[in-house]
């Protein structure tokens, strides 16, 4: 099957063609950098992460960007509140939503431009969009003229007189039409300017993306990403101003992601346990419902969460809960745990076992291994057809439930030579895992172990173990029963298998 990706501005599922055959460019739209992240903000750069990494898979050069807005209202309005300054406000955000990337393995970023760093190429596009006649200044602030764009409105398919751009109230006098949107705006008393042909002031929002893609990436993109919640107004600004600028299409694919949701009352009124659920809203700090990515991270493993937000197609909402992460835990637990029963099998790590990191054919001999192929040209389907991770994921849980029933059929963990074959065919099955989960940025290291209460919690479990198969030695059945339920109580499962007992907690 080929690439198709569903394409926001025609409405339709179109084959994947770049404007450079073999090379990608892919932007997304960043933070707005004035409080910590939060889990939304990890939605679209997990996604466009997995894009990049499948199209690499597929033998594209992607060069990936996600810019930094360091200078907004919001981030003026926080620093006063904060009594901080703007400039230190912007930075320290900004280090904390790096690294909260940094954890969930969204590693692919080639480059985070911020707006600060790039105000000459917003000075010169505001002029040019203004020699053109698509811009007007007024007291001191630039706007974007629409009635002068003949399509205007076609990325969310509105008229230009149904649309009123909600982020620029106070500029509303200095308009000619109210659907006009800043591109420069005048500044007040105290705050950050800048020097403009208009006279100091500051960039509007959309007018950054633009300047900066067109600098990192040229006049055409092939990807632009974001939230759902930006096709209107930010997304249809950038597209208006920037095809306005250079007279070409500005974007081939215009991807946008759903949004992560949160219910806005929970079950936890102690006097009333059967009180309904409140509706689903949109997880944002404006509306004061956001959990920032740090505090999750207390109770649950990064790779937790971003196996929550590619468990459902990137087009549709994804609910916030701590019973669907608790249930994705355990699903993770059931491939650590395959992880361990093939290092006892083989004597290798997971992570450290070879696998193709481009698309190639997979050879497969006997029942098992066409198994095994099957599954992967499923998973490789599911990607196909407009990067379709949540159907790609439960081909992972098929493939880990095939390998886990032919090492019982072989009897794998026993010592035998005559398995030497099979736990060869093991291995190119166990490869396939591996290369599949590359693509979706999952297992690419082992679990954190702290090396110091890891041999001491290490040394008590085997004493206890060893105290267990003596009192199993002498008949003692009832103690020995009793350290497996007091040890099942704390949350360790001990698993009795040919070659000794091994224990997990979970």
């Given at each position: 099957?080929?690439?198709?990706?569903?394409?926001?501005?025609?409405?339709?599922?179109?084959?994947?063609?770049?404007?450079?055959?073999?090379?990608?460019?892919?932007?997304?739209?960043?933070?707005?950098v004035y409080k910590p992240s939060h889990v939304g903000h990890m939605v679209g750069p997990v996604i466009f992460d997995t894009v990049k990494r499948y199209l690499t898979y597929l033998g594209y050069q992607v060069t990936f960007v996600v810019n930094i807005t360091d200078i907004d209202d919001k981030i003026i309005n926080e620093a006063r509140k904060l009594n901080r300054?703007?400039?230190?406000?912007?930075?320290?955000?900004?280090?904390?939503?790096?690294?909260?990337?940094?954890?969930?393995?969204?590693?692919?970023?080639?480059?985070?431009?911020?707006?600060?760093?790039?105000?000459?190429?917003?000075?010169?596009?505001?002029?040019?969009?203004?020699?053109?006649?698509?811009?007007?200044?007024?007291?001191?602030?630039?706007?974007?003229?629409?009635?002068?764009?003949?399509?205007?409105?076609?990325?969310?398919?509105?008229?230009?007189?149904?649309?009123?751009?909600?982020?620029?109230?106070?500029?509303?006098?200095?308009?000619?039409?109210?659907?006009?949107?800043?591109?420069?705006?005048?500044?007040?008393?105290?705050?950050?300017?800048?020097?403009?042909?208009?006279?100091?002031?500051?960039?509007?929002?959309?007018?950054?993306?633009?300047?900066?893609?067109?600098?990192?990436?040229?006049?055409?993109?092939?990807?632009?990403?974001?939230?759902?919640?930006?096709?209107?107004?930010?997304?249809?600004?950038?597209?208006?101003?920037?095809?306005?600028?250079?007279?070409?299409?500005?974007?081939?694919?215009?991807?946008?992601?759903?949004?992560?949701?949160?219910?806005?009352?929970?079950?936890?009124?102690?006097?009333?346990?059967?009180?309904?659920?409140?509706?689903?809203?949109?997880?944002?700090?404006?509306?004061?419902?956001?959990?920032?990515?740090?505090?999750?991270?207390?109770?649950?493993?990064?790779?937790?969460?971003?196996?929550?937000?590619?468990?459902?197609?990137?087009?549709?909402?994804?609910?916030?809960?701590?019973?669907?992460?608790?249930?994705?835990?355990?699903?993770?637990?059931?491939?650590?745990?395959?992880?361990?029963?093939?290092?006892?099998?083989?004597?290798?790590?997971?992570?450290?076992?070879?696998?193709?990191?481009?698309?190639?054919?997979?050879?497969?001999?006997?029942?098992?291994?066409?198994?095994?192929?099957?599954?992967?040209?499923?998973?490789?389907?599911?990607?196909?057809?407009?990067?379709?991770?949540?159907?790609?994921?439960?081909?992972?849980?098929?493939?880990?439930?095939?390998?886990?029933?032919?090492?019982?059929?072989?009897?794998?963990?026993?010592?035998?030579?005559?398995?030497?074959?099979?736990?060869?065919?093991?291995?190119?099955?166990?490869?396939?895992?591996?290369?599949?989960?590359?693509?979706?940025?999952?297992?690419?290291?082992?679990?954190?172990?702290?090396?110091?209460?890891?041999?001491?919690?290490?040394?008590?479990?085997?004493?206890?173990?060893?105290?267990?198969?003596?009192?199993?030695?002498?008949?003692?059945?009832?103690?020995?029963?009793?350290?497996?339920?007091?040890?099942?109580?704390?949350?360790?499962?001990?698993?009795?298998?040919?070659?000794?007992?091994?224990?997990?907690?979970?």
């Amino acid at each position: 099957m080929t690439l198709r990706v569903s394409n926001t501005l025609t409405r339709q599922k179109e084959p994947f063609q770049t404007v450079v055959p073999g090379k990608v460019g892919m932007y997304v739209c960043g933070p707005t950098v004035y409080k910590p992240s939060h889990v939304g903000h990890m939605v679209g750069p997990v996604i466009f992460d997995t894009v990049k990494r499948y199209l690499t898979y597929l033998g594209y050069q992607v060069t990936f960007v996600v810019n930094i807005t360091d200078i907004d209202d919001k981030i003026i309005n926080e620093a006063r509140k904060l009594n901080r300054d703007w400039k230190e406000l912007a930075e320290s955000v900004t280090a904390n939503y790096r690294e909260c990337l940094q954890k969930l393995g969204v590693t692919s970023i080639d480059h985070f431009p911020r707006a600060t760093e790039h105000i000459p190429e917003i000075l010169a596009m505001i002029q040019g969009l203004i020699d053109k006649g698509f811009a007007y200044p007024s007291a001191g602030d630039v706007y974007f003229d629409v009635t002068k764009d003949p399509d205007y409105g076609k990325l969310c398919n509105r008229k230009v007189e149904e649309m009123e751009q909600g982020d620029d109230v106070e500029g509303a006098s200095r308009k000619r039409f109210k659907g006009d949107f800043a591109l420069w705006k005048g500044a007040k008393p105290g705050e950050p300017k800048w020097d403009s042909p208009w006279g100091p002031g500051r960039p509007g929002w959309h007018i950054e993306c633009s300047a900066m893609t067109m600098k990192l990436l040229g006049a055409t993109l092939d990807i632009h990403g974001g939230g759902l919640d930006l096709q209107f107004p930010h997304h249809e600004n950038e597209l208006a101003q920037s095809e306005s600028f250079t007279g070409k299409p500005f974007v081939r694919y215009w991807m946008h992601n759903g949004l992560m949701k949160i219910r806005s009352q929970s079950r936890k009124i102690k006097d009333d346990p059967n009180a309904p659920e409140g509706e689903l809203e949109k997880m944002s700090k404006s509306l004061g419902n956001e959990i920032v990515v740090s505090k999750v991270l207390e109770k649950h493993s990064p790779e937790t969460l971003r196996l929550l937000l590619l468990s459902t197609h990137y087009r549709s909402p994804i609910e916030y809960s701590e019973d669907r992460l608790n249930e994705l835990k355990r699903a993770l637990d059931g491939f650590q745990r395959f992880f361990e029963r093939y290092q006892r099998i083989t004597g290798q790590r997971f992570q450290d076992l070879p696998a193709p990191t481009k698309r190639g054919e997979f050879r497969a001999e006997g029942p098992f291994l066409q198994e095994v192929a099957q599954l992967r040209e499923r998973f490789l389907e599911c990607m196909d057809d407009d990067f379709n991770t949540g159907g790609a994921i439960g081909v992972l849980y098929e493939l880990l439930t095939a390998l886990n029933r032919y090492a019982d059929a072989e009897q794998l963990e026993a010592a035998a030579e005559k398995a030497a074959a099979a736990k060869q065919t093991f291995q190119r099955g166990v490869s396939v895992l591996r290369e599949l989960s590359q693509i979706l940025g999952l297992f690419a290291a082992a679990p954190r172990k702290d090396s110091g209460s890891d041999q001491l919690v290490s040394g008590l479990m085997q004493l206890l173990i060893d105290l267990r198969a003596e009192c199993r030695k002498a008949k003692n059945f009832a103690m020995a029963d009793t350290i497996r339920q007091r040890l099942t109580a704390l949350g360790v499962t001990l698993e009795d298998r040919q070659g000794g007992t091994t224990w997990r907690v979970g």
